[in-house]
């Protein structure tokens, strides 16, 4: 936990800087300020929320600058390049669209998911046995143990300081000023310490704590964004991803992965198997999804759904009086809902309140009709 007068050594190190930075900037668990004072002013560092910008790292913190059109930013050449030359798959609309036979390409936010394409669309996903975590230079599982815990806030989870830094360069540590970083070119973090009293970032070499050359020492872990919490062992779902949830350690919020195809259960706080689980609010349901639409988490109406491209959902709903039924890749009649809610977590207590839909007609026929709506609707996202 960072005492006051930590902090106070903070504010007067950043001071002496020469300039007093705004608020960090942070994409989920990634602290990009944070990183910014680890590396040569000058290093451009990726985003794990988008292909399309990258942060400038400069003597008063980052600068998100964008890439031009049909360009993306390519981590390793420290510059944009067409997109159709780089390999980079953060926010991309069709990660598989490189993919002109089959192919596995990683599921972004984890260490050890995949994603299985054929001819540029996608064919599934899935995640790597144990001890093993997937390998994005070979597109296959090696092994190698992924994080078990990551202190992080809702959103992107970064999973690897190489997913941000370029390759090929010395870079330092926000918890031990001896200590070197480096990323070589698969990705693959090496780590050691200096013999002498300092790490020097400028010079990417070892050398002695003068000039404040330290002051980047702030007792946070590089890729631990804050998320304090008190009460230890407390447990609760992540808002992004479903089958994460977070718990406390006492003074931060830690990230676990629950098994392939089970979600986390907020109300029992405990993994269970997908379409049992009753996920926490917000978190998208596409993952580990064996079907194109699926239940969005809604505990009212249950009429909200996902279309689910390239495991990332897009909001969908169905017309008053129904819901959407997962089962049946249907809106159906409201008629059945309670008992639907019954059985499927991102629905429970659906309906319980609800004033049901008062029409007589068969709940099969009417979703049918509904059955043509989406077959339309699947067909028009598609294009």
Same mark, same amino acid.
């Given at each position: 936990?960072?005492?006051?007068?930590?902090?106070?050594?903070?504010?007067? =190190?950043?001071?002496?800087?020469?300039?007093?930075? =705004?608020?960090?900037?942070?994409?989920?668990?990634?602290?990009?300020?944070?990183?910014?004072?680890?590396?040569?002013?000058?290093?451009?560092?990726?985003?794990?929320?988008?292909? &399309?910008?990258?942060?400038?790292?400069?003597?008063?913190?980052?600068?998100?600058?964008?890439?031009?059109?049909?360009?993306?930013? &390519?981590?390793?050449?420290?510059?944009?390049?067409?997109?159709?030359?780089?390999?980079?798959?953060?926010?991309?609309?069709?990660?598989?669209?490189?993919?002109?036979?089959?192919?596995?390409?990683?599921?972004?936010?984890?260490?050890?998911?995949?994603?299985?394409?054929?001819?540029?669309?996608?064919?599934?996903?899935?995640?790597?046995?144990?001890?093993?975590?997937? &390998?994005?230079?070979?597109? #296959?599982?090696?092994?190698?143990?992924?994080?078990?815990?990551?202190?992080?806030?809702?959103?992107?989870?970064?999973?690897?300081?190489?997913?941000?830094?370029?390759?090929?360069?010395?870079?330092?540590?926000?918890?031990?000023?001896?200590?070197?970083?480096?990323?070589?070119?698969?990705?693959?973090?090496?780590?050691?310490?200096?013999?002498?009293?300092?790490?020097?970032?400028?010079?990417?070499?070892?050398?002695?704590?003068?000039?404040?050359?330290?002051?980047?020492?702030?007792?946070?872990?590089?890729?631990?964004?804050?998320?304090?919490?008190?009460?230890?062992?407390?447990?609760?779902?992540?808002?992004?991803?479903?089958?994460?949830?977070?718990?406390?350690?006492?003074?931060?919020?830690?990230?676990?992965?629950?098994?392939?195809?089970?979600?986390?259960?907020?109300?029992?706080?405990?993994?269970?198997?997908?379409?049992?689980?009753?996920?926490?609010?917000?978190?998208?349901?596409?993952?580990?999804?064996?079907?194109?639409?699926?239940?969005?988490?809604?505990?009212?109406?249950? #009429?909200?759904?996902?279309?689910?491209?390239?495991?990332?959902?897009?909001?969908?709903?169905?017309?008053?009086?129904?819901?959407?039924?997962?089962?049946?890749?249907?809106?159906?009649?409201?008629?059945?809902?309670?008992?639907?809610?019954?059985?499927?977590?991102?629905?429970?207590?659906?309906?319980?309140?609800?004033?049901?839909?008062?029409?007589?007609?068969?709940?099969?026929?009417?979703?049918?009709?509904?059955?043509?709506?989406?077959?339309?609707?699947?067909?028009?996202?598609?294009?």
């Amino acid at each position: 936990m960072t005492t006051g007068n930590s902090r106070l050594f903070l504010l007067v =190190s950043l001071t002496i800087l020469g300039s007093a930075l =705004s608020a960090d900037v942070l994409e989920g668990n990634y602290n990009v300020t944070a990183f910014c004072t680890v590396v040569p002013v000058g290093t451009l560092l990726g985003s794990i929320v988008s292909c &399309d910008y990258y942060y400038a790292c400069t003597s008063t913190g980052p600068v998100n600058t964008s890439c031009s059109a049909n360009y993306s930013f &390519d981590l390793a050449n420290q510059k944009c390049n067409p997109t159709d030359q780089v390999t980079c798959y953060y926010g991309v609309e069709n990660v598989c669209a490189s993919i002109t036979t089959k192919g596995w390409v990683p599921n972004t936010g984890t260490c050890n998911g995949w994603i299985y394409c054929e001819n540029g669309e996608y064919a599934g996903n899935g995640t790597c046995g144990a001890n093993q975590k997937f &390998d994005q230079t070979s597109s #296959s599982c090696i092994y190698g143990k992924c994080p078990t815990v990551l202190a992080t806030t809702d959103g992107p989870t970064l999973t690897s300081n190489c997913e941000v830094v370029p390759p090929g360069i010395y870079y330092g540590d926000t918890l031990n000023c001896t200590k070197w970083n480096f990323c070589t070119t698969n990705q693959t973090a090496e780590t050691g310490n200096c013999p002498s009293s300092a790490f020097i970032v400028a010079t990417k070499s070892c050398g002695y704590d003068t000039n404040d050359v330290c002051s980047r020492v702030t007792e946070t872990e590089l890729g631990t964004a804050t998320g304090e919490c008190g009460t230890k062992g407390a447990e609760k779902g992540d808002s992004s991803v479903c089958g994460t949830y977070l718990q406390c350690d006492g003074t931060y919020w830690q990230s676990y992965y629950c098994d392939s195809g089970y979600y986390f259960d907020y109300i029992n706080e405990t993994c269970l198997p997908r379409q049992e689980a009753i996920a926490t609010p917000g978190c998208d349901r596409c993952q580990y999804a064996t079907k194109t639409w699926v239940n969005a988490v809604d505990n009212t109406t249950c #009429s909200n759904y996902l279309y689910c491209k390239n495991g990332v959902g897009e909001p969908v709903s169905c017309s008053s009086g129904n819901y959407f039924n997962e089962d049946k890749q249907a809106c159906v009649s409201n008629s059945t809902l309670v008992a639907y809610a019954q059985t499927h977590g991102a629905c429970h207590g659906a309906g319980s309140t609800t004033i049901l839909d008062d029409s007589t007609t068969d709940s099969t026929t009417e979703g049918t009709t509904e059955s043509t709506t989406v077959t339309t609707e699947s067909t028009t996202l598609k294009k």
